[in-house]
T-cell receptor
Framework: AQTVTQSQPEMSVQEAETVTLSCTYDTSESDYYLFWYKQPPSRQMILVIRQEAYKQQNATENRFSVNFQKAAKSFSLKISDSQLGDAAMYFCAYRSHSGGGADGLTFGKGTHLIIQP | DTEVTQTPKHLVMGMTNKKSLKCEQHMGHRAMYWYKQKAKKPPELMFVYSYEKLSINESVPSRFSPECPNSSLLNLHLHALQPEDSALYLC??????????????FGPGTRLTVL
């Protein structure tokens, strides 16, 4: 079974600064997908960014980028120029690509990100 | 458009009631999911429907009964729930053109309180 670990229960950053959220995972599979989801107080789970394990290039999406280290099984999220609207719970998630059909996501426990004005 | 809708937004029910949660998507996605999320915890997978067939049941108690009437709709029927079943219930969908490879998009959830 896969596990996802987020070791930072809470992070705080000043508005306009850069922050990095950590995520490690454990798997014996070679083909999988990794995601960062954001869940603001409204509770809507919003996709931030996604990374395919077979791609060496790190995914980027505007102010959001990842540092994917496959050998180290590490998948951190960097948020540049932090904005007040970035305040939320951030979940790292793993999805197997076993080819056997649809499967669920395995989530980490989450990191609560606070943006200081 | 990546919209998944869920109704109702809030539901309060007694332990003897029968109620249903509804989820709908019109993106042509072929897989739909139910997750349960307790306060300050990550979502936990309950059920997966793939091409309108139940493909995964994560040992969920029988008081939760999923139903997929068609490819756009997913219901969760609730009966004889316990107070510990109070949680946010999230629905998600994914395209599944490449099984296991596609992003899951979530609805806003139904906040359930069992008295």
């Amino acid at each position: 079974a896969q596990t996802v670990t987020q070791s930072q229960p809470e992070m705080s950053v000043q508005e306009a600064e850069t922050v990095t959220l950590s995520c490690t995972y454990d798997t014996s599979e070679s083909d999988y997908y990794l995601f960062w989801y954001k869940q603001p107080p409204s509770r809507q789970m919003i996709l931030v960014i996604r990374q395919e394990a077979y791609k060496q290039q790190n995914a980027t999406e505007n102010r959001f980028s990842v540092n994917f280290q496959k050998a180290a099984k590490s998948f951190s999220l960097k948020i540049s120029d932090s904005q007040l609207g970035d305040a939320a719970m951030y979940f790292c998630a793993y999805r197997s690509h076993s080819g056997g059909g649809a499967d669920g996501l395995t989530f980490g426990k989450g990191t609560h990100l606070i943006i200081q004005p | 458009d990546t919209e998944v809708t869920q109704t109702p937004k809030h539901l309060v029910m007694g332990m003897t009631n029968k109620k249903s949660l509804k989820c709908e998507q019109h993106m042509g996605h072929r897989a739909m999911y139910w997750y349960k999320q307790k306060a300050k915890k990550p979502p936990e997978l309950m059920f997966v429907y793939s091409y309108e067939k139940l493909s995964i049941n994560e040992s969920v108690p029988s008081r939760f009964s999923p139903e997929c009437p068609n490819s756009s709709l997913l219901n969760l029927h609730l009966h004889a729930l316990q107070p510990e079943d109070s949680a946010l219930y999230l629905c998600a969908s994914s395209q599944e053109v490449r099984p296991g490879a596609d992003t899951q998009y979530f609805g806003p959830g139904t906040r359930l309180t069992v008295l």
